[in-house]
């Protein structure tokens, strides 16, 4: 588990440290995806685990609470994610790994009912440290129905010493009931300046230009430049240059997700260029067709949530090159 704390989250990790000895039992840090709020929910449960006598000030990583913590095998922590972020432990043998796979079903990208059911026993034994039980929810959203309201019945009649931290990107998508039984702890976006002097100690290159495409995020700005920065940059240098045969080579769903993204914010882009004069993700030029722009940009919005579906990647990538608007 990664629980560095990121310099712009420092201050913030001071107040949660100062408030320890008076936790409430829910947590909910919520703010825009890409700025470390979860390394934030993972140094402060571990800090609650933490068995020495200087836990309130930071986690010691040596004590047996910070190990089981750190294996991902605590026996008073428990995290829930959807399957397709699940986690294999550290613990688990190599071996493990090699073995082939019987499941057919892609992972889901929901957190299901069983899962929070699954907490009860958890939550109504005593703690095996005679300390906190600390259960981590995220992304908070990711909750199906079912899920949200069999997590609510645990928020409405909390079991004593039990603290639930919920990490969300779109707090709004939460059960206005969840959320009025949580002390919210928004997790703004980092200055510019100290969001890309991070960038740049972490080898990126043109870091002012990835932090904008990135909306301000650090974190997503820097999986941007690593994980698909090449793919990325031949999308905007394609749009740039009006090559609509080269935007059109897409071969798979992440490919699809990219473009969609990138239509999107270079849709925005020619909008506000159009009304404002400036431009917030990339360069554009403005257009007399402003509002054909936005009507644009929010059908893209809604292409990226259809793009992780069971769809054709070239035909969806050319149906949504032909609706762009012309110049």
């Keep these: 588990m990664n629980n560095s704390i990121f310099p712009w989250n420092k201050a913030l990790w001071e107040d949660l440290r100062e408030k320890q000895e008076r936790t409430p039992h829910a947590i909910l840090l919520h703010g825009p995806q890409g700025i470390g709020k979860l390394a934030l929910a993972e140094q402060f449960a571990q800090s609650l685990l933490c068995e020495e006598q200087d836990r309130a000030r930071v986690p010691c990583g040596k004590c047996d609470g910070c190990r089981w913590y750190l294996a991902g095998t605590h026996p008073d922590f428990r995290r829930v994610e959807p399957e397709?972020?699940?986690?294999?432990?550290?613990?688990?043998?190599?071996?493990d790994a090699a073995k082939p796979s019987t499941r057919t079903?892609?992972?889901?990208?929901?957190?299901?009912?069983?899962?929070?059911?699954?907490?009860?026993?958890f939550l109504n034994l005593r703690s095996h440290r005679d300390g906190?039980?600390?259960?981590?929810?995220?992304?908070?959203?990711?909750?199906?129905?079912n899920a949200a309201n069999a997590l609510l019945k645990d928020l409405?009649?909390?079991p004593g010493r039990a603290l639930f931290l919920l990490v969300s990107h779109r707090p709004a998508l939460l059960l206005a009931t969840i959320r009025s039984r949580c002390v919210a702890v928004p997790v703004p976006l980092p200055e510019p300046q100290a969001a890309q002097a991070w960038l740049e100690s972490q080898g990126v290159q043109d870091a002012r230009t990835w932090l904008a495409f990135a909306s301000g995020a650090p974190l997503r700005a820097l999986s941007y430049s690593q994980e698909s920065g090449g793919s990325l940059m031949r999308l905007r240098e394609a749009l740039g240059s009006g090559s609509l045969e080269a935007l059109a080579a897409v071969n798979d769903r992440t490919q699809l997700e990219e473009l969609a993204e990138s239509l999107q914010k270079f849709?925005?882009?020619?909008?506000i260029a159009t009304y404002c004069g400036v431009t917030r993700f990339g360069p554009a030029k403005p257009s007399r067709q402003g509002l054909a722009w936005l009507r644009y940009a929010r059908q893209m919005?809604?292409?990226r949530a259809l793009a992780s579906h069971p769809l054709n990647p070239r035909l969806f990538a050319a149906e949504m090159l032909r609706e762009m608007p012309k110049e």
């Design 267 to 271: 849709a925005l882009d020619k909008a």
């Design 301 to 303: 919005g809604r292409n």
């Design 132 to 145: 906190r039980r600390v259960t981590l929810v995220h992304p908070a959203e990711a909750m199906n129905p």
């Design 156 to 158: 409405e009649e909390p």
């Design 105 to 121: 079903a892609k992972p889901s990208t929901e957190i299901k009912v069983e899962q929070i059911r699954a907490l009860d026993d």
């Design 84 to 95: 397709s972020m699940a986690r294999r432990p550290e613990t688990e043998e190599p071996d």
